[in-house]
């Protein structure tokens, strides 16, 4: 029986990889990316020199059958995405739901994600949290944050740059403003930094900068948290 592993890489530090991770990817038949360019970097920093072939977004539904006849051979495919663990916010899903239904086994080799990091360093409560990830950008996306106000687990967002005003302004509107956050941004990067304070201090000190570049997780407490 062949193996689809899902490989965790790192979301900024090249150096977050795990000895385990290397070592599945240099041992594999195949490594579906999700971006062979943005990999390449990866792999060139670790020798890894394997087949790859796109695997992403866009082209996953098709790709799938693909996955499928290479596990079906008895070749092992490693999967990876640009950043962090495959299907959170990234594909993967599609590709390890079918692996299971197929039978074969499927193996996470864990790692870095954006959102757990920045749950930790955003010193909120992290013993019960809840995963939301991109919000729609249009419809729906007012439905959903009146939907989550009343939630009391610590909520995670991941949110663009160019939207991370809008998104404290649209938090404050449908949460109270004195709520508890932190934003994260360039974690584990050379301008990381992990700003905290409620909601409209967040949305004011955001709103007075002359730019906003990099990545961003959005971390909010649950309704009732106080400190
Ligand atoms: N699969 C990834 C993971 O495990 O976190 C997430 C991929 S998703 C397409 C990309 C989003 O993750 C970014 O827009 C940002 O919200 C968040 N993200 C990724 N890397 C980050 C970093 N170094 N610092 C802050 N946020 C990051």
Redesign the pocket.
């Known amino acids: 029986m062949s193996v689809l592993y899902i490989v ?1 890489t790192p ?3 090249l150096d977050d990889i795990s000895h385990r991770a290397i070592n599945v990817l240099k041992s594999v038949d195949y490594i579906a990316c999700e971006d062979t360019r943005t990999s390449s970097k990866l792999f060139n920093a670790y020798q890894i020199n394997k087949l790859t072939f796109s695997f992403h977004q866009h082209n996953e539904h098709k790709k799938i059958d693909h996955v499928m006849n290479i596990l079906n051979a008895n070749q092992n495919i490693a999967l990876v ?10 594909p ?1 899903f599609l590709a390890i739901r079918a692996a299971h239904k197929e039978g074969h086994e499927v193996v996470v080799i864990p790692g ?7 749950l930790v360093a955003s010193g909120l409560p992290c013993d019960r949290y809840m995963y939301e ?2 919000l729609p950008h249009k419809k729906g996306r007012q439905k959903r944050l009146k939907e989550l106000a009343d939630q009391e687990r610590t909520i995670i ?5 160019h939207r991370v005003v809008k998104i404290l302004t649209e938090l404050c509107e449908h949460f109270e403003e004195e709520r508890m956050a932190a934003v ?6 050379k301008y ?1 930094e992990v700003v905290r304070g409620s909601l409209i201090e967040l949305k004011t000190e955001f709103e007075n900068r002359d730019s906003i570049k ?5 971390v909010v407490s649950g309704k009732g948290y106080s400190e």
Not at 81 to 90: F, N, Q, R, Y
Not at 157 to 161: A, L, R
Not at 184 to 189: Q, S, V, Y
Not at 214 to 218: A, F, S
């Open positions: 965790a979301i900024g530090n995405s640009d950043a962090g663990m495959p299907g959170i916010s990234d993967g870095p994600d954006a959102a757990t990091t920045a990830g991109f967002f991941y949110e663009s740059p994260a941004r360039e974690l584990t990067k990381e990099g990545e961003i997780v959005v």
